[in-house]
C-alpha cells in the first residue's frame, strides 16, 4: 500500500490583495470572511494580480454590505467589447447575523469597517473585513516605535548567533 502524502497547502499564495494601511491607521477588532460579488472579467484581473485595497472601506446599506474604493484593473484582452469600471461598488455576501452585528457597531458604537484583505478560498474570492477604531497619532508613533524595537532585537541576535 501506498502511503498517501498530504498537500501542504500555502495559505501566502492565495492572497490577491492586502489593505496594509488599514492595520496602521486603525486598530481592528472583530474580523469577519466575506464573499465578493465580481465580473468575470473581475475574477480574470484577480487572477493576474491587478487588485487594490489602500482605500477600500465597507459600507452599509438598506441591510446589505457593499466594498467600496476597491480598484480592479481591466485586462486588455478580456473586457474589450464592454465598458468596464474599475472601482465599482460591488455587493459582499454575508450571514445575517453578522450584518446585524457590523450594523450595530458602525451605527451605535463609533467604528468602521475595512477591508484588509483579498485571497483565494478554493476557486471563490473572499474579503476579510475588520471593524476598526481610528488610531490616534500617538498610537502610530507606539506602533512604530514596537516595531522599530522588535528589528532592533532581530539585529542583536542575530549579530550574537555569528560570533
Known amino acids: 500500500m501506498r502511503a ?49 485595497l489602500t482605500d477600500s472601506y465597507v459600507l452599509m446599506k438598506d441591510g446589505e454590505a457593499w466594498l467600496l474604493g476597491t480598484h480592479i ?44 484583505q483579498l485571497y483565494w478560498k478554493n476557486h471563490l474570492v473572499k474579503a476579510r473585513i475588520a471593524l476598526a477604531t481610528g488610531k490616534k497619532a500617538h498610537d502610530k508613533r507606539d506602533t512604530e516605535k514596537d516595531r522599530d524595537w522588535v528589528r532592533q532585537k532581530q539585529r542583536i541576535i542575530r549579530a550574537n548567533v555569528k560570533q
Request: aromatic residues 6%.
Open 4 to 52: 498517501m502524502a498530504k498537500k501542504k497547502v500555502d495559505k501566502s499564495s492565495n492572497v490577491i490583495a492586502r489593505n496594509r494601511r488599514a492595520s496602521f491607521d486603525y486598530q481592528l477588532l472583530d474580523t469577519f470572511e466575506a464573499g465578493v460579488a465580481l465580473h468575470g472579467w473581475e475574477v480574470k484581473s484577480l487572477r493576474m494580480g491587478k487588485g487594490d
Open 73 to 116: 484593473l481591466p485586462l486588455d484582452t478580456a473586457s474589450t467589447h464592454f465598458v468596464t469600471d474599475p472601482t465599482r461598488t460591488r455587493k459582499l455576501l454575508l450571514h445575517k447575523k453578522e450584518l446585524a452585528k457590523i450594523l450595530e457597531a458602525t451605527s451605535q458604537k463609533g467604528l468602521t469597517c475595512v477591508c484588509t
